[in-house]
T-cell receptor, first 109, second 117 residues
Framework: AQRVTQPEKLLSVFKGAPVELKCNYS??????LFWYVQYSRQRLQLLLR??SRESIKGFTADLNKGETSFHLKKPFAQEEDSAMYYC???????????FGSGTKLNVKP | DTGVSQDPRHKITKRGQNVTFRCDPI?????LYWYRQTLGQGPEFLTY????????KSRLLSDRFSAERPKGSFSTLEIQRTEQGDSAMYLC???????????????FGPGTRLTVL
């Protein structure tokens, strides 16, 4: 069965500290992996996807097929990074999307 | 075009009543998705449309739920005989689909928060 697991509901770090938000998945096939972010009182929006292999707002994520993980990382957290982060996967046709339960990142000054 | 819009933003209803939500996607987007999000959870996929055709439906979409996109533009999601367990945020998203195999980003609406008393 398709599943996305985000083990941490809340992650608190100090400004300038490294951040890693964990995401593990199970999927029978080759999934497309994404990270979405929701800032306070804003809409859910795409942060990055694995295939583009780009850094957005200093965040990167590497797909590890052996460990079925897609962890989100940033070397130096900023207060404006505080938000809810969701890991998601879809099939190759983007017909269905499966979201994790989310991790709330709190960056303290 | 200010993005995906949803109406109403909030709906309070009594158990057993029918409710209908509307989603207006970004105008040139041919794909439209519906999700449900309960407290402490991520969005759960319900269904999606490619133009006016409903191509995928989740098992979460019981026979009390029906969605339409009659002209390939706006979409409606109706819940009949609402139950307290239907209380959730209902999200709509639209995208250009996967033209030429390329992914095009989903843009989400603000959601409709349903409370069933």
């Amino acid at each position: 069965a398709q599943r996305v697991t985000q083990p941490e509901k809340l992650l608190s770090v100090f400004k300038g500290a490294p951040v890693e938000l964990k995401c593990n998945y199970s999927y029978s096939g080759s999934p497309e992996l994404f990270w979405y972010v929701q800032y306070s009182r804003q809409r859910l929006q795409l942060l990055l996807r694995h295939i583009s292999r780009e850094s957005i707002k200093g965040f990167t994520a590497d797909l590890n097929k052996g460990e079925t993980s897609f962890h989100l990382k940033k070397p130096f957290a900023q207060e404006e990074d505080s938000a809810m982060y969701y890991c998601a996967l879809s099939d190759y046709n983007f017909n269905k999307f499966y979201f994790g339960s989310g991790t709330k990142l709190n960056v303290k000054p | 075009d200010t993005g995906v819009s949803q109406d109403p933003r909030h709906k309070i209803t009594k158990r057993g009543q029918n409710v209908t939500f509307r989603c207006d996607p970004i105008s040139e987007h041919n794909r439209l998705y519906w999700y449900r999000q309960t407290l402490g959870q991520g969005p759960e996929f319900l269904t999606y449309f490619q133009n006016e055709a409903q191509l995928e439906k989740s098992r979460l979409l019981s026979d009390r739920f029906s969605a339409e996109r009659p002209k390939g533009s706006f979409s409606t999601l109706e819940i009949q005989r609402t139950e307290q367990g239907d209380s959730a945020m209902y999200l709509c998203a639209s995208s250009l689909g996967n033209r030429g195999g390329r992914y095009n980003e989903q843009f989400f609406g603000p959601g409709t928060r349903l409370t069933v008393l």
